[in-house]
């Protein structure tokens, strides 16, 4: 059997394509905030509980009441996305101008809320989610077996993400969404709604949150902690790719996926922490982050 470094091909590419699939959904995540902090200048804590929500509310709807999975990928997004609405609605957009300390401290306590009332509904263990017939099985590549709904997870997200940054960089959506949250009065004048814009923008990314919940739904147990276990790697994700920059954190989380997976096969003991080295290097290096621009 050919090796590399030792490591049977195999078990080496295994070992990969599981980085990769662990990299798009930090991917997705720090999209998210990306887009939310670059945009709103909060940091919003509460993305790993919207991606649990949007995790629970594939596996409710299946449960209750049979709806498969093509149509949770997209239902779910939205019904988490106007959940996104309500909370800057009623709580974000009275810190606006603020510290974003006080952002920070408000999107903890609605984790920690979201979190406890589903631990109270479903306890801690997780439930499965079978993955959709049309994507079950694996492909034999001759040198490695694919399982093809880990294939789709890598394919959907760098699709969701590139459209991400392709409508928020290359459109005339996104030059009014930068512009607002640069001058609000002035894009206002020109008769652009600035807080529709800004509710939007906040709900864009709690879908975000939730597709991504529904991609890992068939992947891991759908548990109220899974988001929890996660945002604070998709944070340190973030911070190295640069605060604000939606690139930098696509970029970033398959790159650092892929680190991760690698980390198991060479020194598996440093596989948890390994993203946490990166950040303190980067931070010493460059503070602003691999694509954030310097204050």
């Known amino acids: 059997m050919t090796e590399i470094f030792g490591i049977p091909i195999q078990a080496f590419l295994g070992q990969l394509m599981l980085g990769l699939v662990n990299g798009a959904f ?45 149509i949770a990928l997209i239902v779910a997004p939205l019904i988490v996305g106007a959940l996104g609405v309500v909370i800057e609605r009623l709580f974000l957009k009275r810190l606006y101008g603020l510290d974003p300390l006080y952002g920070l401290l408000l999107t903890f306590g609605l984790s920690l809320i979201l979190e406890g009332i589903f631990r109270d509904q479903y306890g801690v263990s997780g ?121 930098g954190s696509v970029v970033t989380g398959l790159g650092l996926g892929v680190i991760e997976g690698f980390t198991r096969v060479f020194y598996p003991e440093a596989s948890n922490v390994v993203v946490f080295v990166i950040m303190a290097i980067v931070l010493m290096l460059r503070p602003a982050g691999l694509f954030g621009k310097e204050a």
């Open 26 to 70: 930090y991917a997705m995540l720090s999209l998210g905030l990306a887009v939310i902090f670059g945009l709103l200048d909060i940091v919003n804590f509460a993305h790993g509980a919207l991606y649990m929500v949007g995790a629970f509310a594939a596996w409710i709807m299946l449960e209750k009441w049979g709806i498969n999975y093509w």
């Open 127 to 247: 439930q499965s989610y079978p993955v959709p017939d049309a994507l079950a099985g694996a492909t034999n590549l001759g040198f490695m077996v694919l399982p093809n709904y880990r294939a789709w997870v890598v394919l959907a997200s760098i699709v969701i993400c590139l459209g991400t940054w392709f409508l928020i960089e290359r459109t005339r959506l996104g030059a009014y969404l930068r512009a607002g949250t640069e001058n609000a009065k002035l894009v206002q004048a020109f008769g652009v709604n600035v807080p529709l814009m800004v509710m939007l923008t906040y709900g864009a990314g709690a879908a975000l949150a939730a597709m991504a919940g529904v991609l890992a739904a068939p992947v891991i147990q759908v548990t109220p902690l899974m988001g929890s276990n996660l945002i604070i790697v998709v944070f340190a994700v973030v911070v190295i790719g640069g605060m604000g920059s939606i690139l």
